[in-house]
């Protein structure tokens, strides 16, 4: 199955936007129903009014600052774009079409000068080397912007929204405190799949729907190259093998391959420390989140 | 003198009994692992002599299973089981795992295994859900309980970890014809303090439940409590033996790994109930009685005795009796 795309005839010309496997399509309706209400909720228990998420120019941070957008008027939200100096241009103007359409605040907070700082940049060696591989400065840039948006959460008196979404935290493809950081995730339980369903639905612009999926660490960074895997297939092996609770053979039978379905099996289960707080040393009789179990947000505990 | 012998052989087997205590760190959801693992320690509690090898609750799972536990059940024809049978020849062994049953209920189990057979199996009955603890999301609980002969010679019960904070379940094995209480447990140590005998007020529960219960059932008490850490929990260890009397035959050192053999009197059982026979003494029928009684109150098929007039058949306060009457139900209780 396909969904084309509700922005213009144009786009409707050059094909199918991506491809929406059949048992992971959801009622739209009722899914931005669910999420709108869960983001007003969130802010209200926690005595917020306002909200600010990073917006990077990708599918589904664009998704999030619509359904915020919805959710509480766009004159709440804040987006933040944090380019390094490598990001792609492609990524800021994307970020721009959707502050553009949403009619929200915005503001560019170039993380370069803090990422370089520290690794060094111009034959300067920093505090970790110049050395440092790829993937070690992803995960600083993902952890200045999540310093960078708890900072403008106090200015800007608004709660931070997670994007990440259920494909990415299950495969473990994030980093720990830097974009899985987050105030509350309205789409951490939808796949990449139903966040482009639901994109799609809810008017995210075209270029966004139709452009590869990119962390956008580096120039011509795709997930889908770096992890070898296609999202609609990926999602698919994780909705049967997860949400549907089939074993792996059974899995393969449906007509994967048996050693991708054995390796995302691997992959998430590497994972499952990313998904979890940290665990405290049990000693005392009561610990918190063991058995000293309160909702994050009760009686006494709204801001104001 | 062939009858004498064979009498000496029946004796030694019954007044003198080896027990080794594994008291291991099981490996989460490695069920293979832990399967080599007891193994191992049978053939070295068989090398050291022992009768009756001991292990953990969850010994061949690990304790904080969550939705591995699923993933680890085996049902009791598992070849996995057999395999491990087959290595308890001229042996009494007590092992626990995730039992699933026909229906697919997933259990905490404890076997009895003797001579190759599984000779008797207890499904956990109370599984805790409170404090740390969350079974009952992940387990179903147990409907029987019953005391097993075996070959060691006194009859034996089986119990698991929580099932101890039961007063009813100690008597009714004892009641039932056991003499050695064997609780299998992974009992996470909290309540670090420095104003109890072993500065760790689990231990310090668990070491009095013990030697209640066997002086008050007369029995040998056998304790076996894994080690290790599982997720936030450290589990504590302290295996023991308790004898008929209260007093301890062997305590286990805390938190350390290890195989720990100890050896019982079984005569001790004997002596101590001639000299001091509350299980002889005690009232089942009277128990029976007043227990159906509290049942039927409960279920609201008689009058509760200790309930305040008025209160709804199964309740035991009445509602209020102020000017409001909030309660609509109230005009139809009475």
Known sequence: MTITPTSGAAAAERGPAFELPPELTIDTDIATRVMTEFIRGQLEQAGFERALLGLSGGIDSALVAYLTAAAIGPERLLCVSMPYRTSSSASLSDAAAVVAALGCAHETVDISPVVDGYFGSNGAVGAGGSEASPLRRGNFMARARMAVLFDRSVTWRGLVVGTGNKTETLIGYTTLFGDSASAFNPIGDLYKSQVRQLAAAIGVPDAILRKAPSADLWPDQTDEAEGGFSYPVLDRILFWRVDKRLPVDEVAALGFDQALVERVDGMVAAAEFKRQVPPIAKLGPRTTGIDYLYPRRRPGSARR | ?334
């Open chain 2, 1 to 334: 003198m062939r009858f004498g012998s064979r009498v000496g052989c029946y004796a030694r087997l019954v007044q003198s009994i080896r027990i080794a205590l594994g008291q291991i760190a099981p490996r989460l959801g490695a069920l293979g692992a832990n399967l080599e693992r007891h193994r191992e320690l049978i053939a070295e509690a068989r090398a050291k002599g022992a009768d009756l090898v001991v292990f953990p609750e969850l010994g061949l799972t690990g304790y904080q299973l969550q939705d591995l536990a699923a993933e680890v059940a085996m049902r009791l024809d598992d070849p996995r089981l057999s395999a491990l049978a087959a290595a308890t020849a001229d042996l009494s062994v007590v092992v626990s795992f995730v039992e699933e049953s026909a229906d697919h209920r997933l259990f905490i189990a404890a076997a009895l295994i003797e001579d190759r057979e599984i000779r008797h199996v207890h499904r956990k009955l109370f599984l805790p859900t409170y404090g740390l603890f969350d079974e009952r999301r992940f387990f179903a609980a147990g409907d029987v309980l019953r005391a097993t002969p075996s070959r060691l010679g006194p009859g034996v019960g089986l119990a698991v970890c929580e099932d101890f904070w039961h007063l009813g379940v100690p008597q009714l094995l004892a009641l039932d014809g056991a003499q050695i209480l064997i609780n299998v447990s992974s009992s996470p140590g909290r309540d670090l303090a420095a104003t109890n005998e072993v500065g760790l007020g689990t231990a310090a529960s668990w070491r009095t439940l013990i030697r209640t219960y066997a002086q008050l059932t007369t029995s040998f008490v056998v304790f076996c409590n894994r080690v290790g850490v599982d997720e936030s929990i450290s589990f504590w260890g302290g295996s023991e033996v308790i004898a008929p009397s209260g007093a301890a035959v062997f305590s286990a050192p805390l938190y350390d790994e290890g195989l720990f053999v100890t050896e019982i009197n079984a005569g001790d059982v004997r002596r101590e109930r001639v000299a001091l026979p509350v299980l002889r003494d005690e009232r089942p029928e009277l128990q029976l009685r007043e227990l159906n009684r509290i049942v039927a109150e409960r279920a609201g098929l008689e009058a509760d005795s200790t309930a305040e007039p008025g209160a709804l058949p199964g309740g035991d306060v009445a509602a209020d009796d102020g000017k409001g009457d909030p309660i609509g139900f109230r005009s139809v209780a009475r």
